[in-house]
């Protein structure tokens, strides 16, 4: 009988150290710094909005796409004085954004924190700086990413409509097949003049499958001109482009897909 009173006395100064512990973690829990904005606001902060993971298991990944783009919220610039975390606290809210860029030129680097293999690249410019990047890139942020820029100095995020119009053209960015543009089989052209002494430079095309996490890399480039690509419902399309035509500003290239049969 003292041995079970002995082992119950035990057991229950056990769950008391493992309760207290537990209270102790959340309490140490900090929240990611936020970058300093342009323009204070302020603005009441919004409900919380259900993240992607809230869609139900039979939800296809185009409506995935469409429920992360009503969660989109635009912002004021922002002065990159550090990572830019995306979240519900902190820099920019998870959705779907024009990415502009308001101040300095160079590159945007980032990591995911989910979609490994969706990467974060690209140069971008200001208008009116010396160079010819892109001013807007079109990005798919989801809860836990973050952005790092190099050079930049402002930028912001408008956000993109819950629901677009689909078109053949796309700039350069991420791009959601079911929703930017119609699933099927396309050969790939461009607006912009490929110079033919730059073998390898134009552009490049990666298809991510978001329910295999796989990754298709191609490219359209002066070596490399007849193309064809198939696209499937849900899939990401990341396009870049290093321009080599004076007369068409990146903002304004377009990579342009027919119909292949």
Not at 67 to 91: F, H, M
Not at 128 to 134: A, E, F, K, L, N
Request: hydrophobic letters at 30%; glycine letters at 8%.
């Amino acid at each position: 009988m003292k041995n079970t009173k002995l082992l119950l006395t035990v057991l229950i100064a056990g769950s008391l150290l493992t309760a207290c512990h537990t209270n102790n973690v959340s309490k140490d829990t900090t929240l990611p710094e936020k970058n300093p904005t342009v323009k204070s606001d302020s603005t009441p902060k919004s409900k919380k909005s259900s993240s992607v993971k809230d869609v139900t298991k039979e939800s296809s990944s185009v409506e995935e796409m469409n429920s992360l783009a009503k969660q989109s919220k635009s912002t004021e610039e922002i002065y990159a004085t550090g990572d830019i975390v995306v979240g519900e606290n902190g820099d920019v809210k998870p959705g779907i954004y024009d990415l502009e860029i308001t101040g300095g030129s160079g590159n945007i680097f980032g990591n995911r924190k989910n979609h490994l293999m969706l990467f974060i690249n690209w140069l971008g410019g200001a208008p009116g700086t010396s160079v010819d990047y892109p001013s807007k890139i079109r990005i798919i942020l989801f809860e836990g990413d973050s952005l790092e820029l190099k050079s930049i100095s402002k930028v912001k995020f408008t956000a993109v409509p819950a629901q677009v119009q689909m078109t053949n053209e796309l700039g350069i960015g991420e791009y959601v097949v079911g929703r930017d543009i119609k699933a099927g089989t396309y050969k790939l052209t461009t607006n912009v003049k490929m110079d033919p002494q730059f073998d390898n430079l134009g552009w490049t095309v990666d298809i991510y499958n978001i329910s295999t996490k796989k990754t298709k890399e191609q490219t359209l480039t002066p070596g490399n001109q007849d193309v064809v690509v198939k696209l499937e419902d849900g899939d990401i399309i990341s396009t870049s482009l290093y321009n080599t035509d004076q007369d068409v500003p990146s903002d304004n290239a377009r990579l342009i897909f027919t119909e292949y049969k």
